[in-house]
């Protein structure tokens, strides 16, 4: 889109749809890491042994401190954007696989 061109609304539309998408893969995948104050830890623990699992609970509180310092740091930015690239790549691939979008 250059820039004095007008938008039509398809294109609004389009790109509020990737704008969407790319927030909404974003927050699932980061909400998957297996830390315990996230959901990735639940299904991540279910694997676990009880022997094990408790012994993660019981440093719970240092894990979400690592957490929070990997965010701040942005030491976990990397890996969160390279997996984020690749799976838009195969949603914008298979989105194309149908024809009336091409």
Same mark, same amino acid.
């Given at each position: 889109i250059?820039?004095?061109s007008v938008l039509t609304t398809a294109q609004i539309i389009l790109i509020l749809c990737?704008?969407?998408s790319t927030l909404n893969l974003?927050?699932?995948?980061?909400?998957?890491i297996p830390c315990p104050p996230l959901d990735g830890s639940r299904i991540?623990?279910?694997?676990?042994?009880?022997?094990l699992y408790f012994g993660v609970m019981k440093?719970?509180?240092y894990?979400?401190?690592?957490? !929070?310092?990997?965010?701040? =740091?942005?030491? *976990? %930015?990397?890996? !969160?954007s390279w997996l984020? =690239?690749?799976? *838009? %790549?195969?949603?914008?691939?298979v989105v194309g696989l149908i024809p009336f979008l091409r």
């Open positions: 250059s820039s004095g990737r704008l969407f974003g927050q699932a995948l980061f909400n998957l991540f623990y279910v694997f676990l042994p009880p022997k440093y719970e509180r894990i979400s401190l690592a957490l !929070l310092v990997l965010l701040y =740091t942005g030491l *976990l %930015s990397t890996p !969160l984020m =690239t690749r799976i *838009l %790549s195969g949603m914008n691939t």
